[in-house]
């Protein structure tokens, strides 16, 4: 039978294997997503979903919240926030299409 420290030690390999996946899942995208001075980031509006992880990550204070109509008739809430990018503190860091969940974000050129 399975002991308790035994379901710990797997444990502890089942986290250390999905952190290296995610490690590397995130190095490639980092390395596939274009940034620097020309770019720009780019919010698709109807992919977000107001969670508020791009302006954590965002340093140069380039991202903004505003507020929509909520168009779900299923849910009983007025609105809903959405980012949008400010393109002159953008400085094409790339950081905000990392953090974004929903891939809401793209890097366009200026
Ligand atoms: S690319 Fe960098 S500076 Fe521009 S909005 Fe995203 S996190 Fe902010
Ligand atoms: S991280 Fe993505 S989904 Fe979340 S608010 Fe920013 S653009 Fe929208």
Known sequence: MTGADELRRRRQNEAV???????RQRG???ANTKGGEGTVA???ERKCIGCDQCTIVCDDD???L???AMK???MSVESNRKARVLRDPCTG???CVLAC???AITMIDR
């Open 28 to 30: 490639e995208q980092r």
């Open 62 to 64: 380039a991202i903004e």
């Open 17 to 23: 294997r999905i952190r290296t996946a995610l490690n």
């Open 72 to 74: 779900s008739p299923l």
């Open 93 to 95: 860091c790339r950081l």
């Open 42 to 44: 780019f919010v698709e």
């Open 66 to 68: 505003y507020h929509v």
């Open 101 to 103: 969940p929903t891939d």
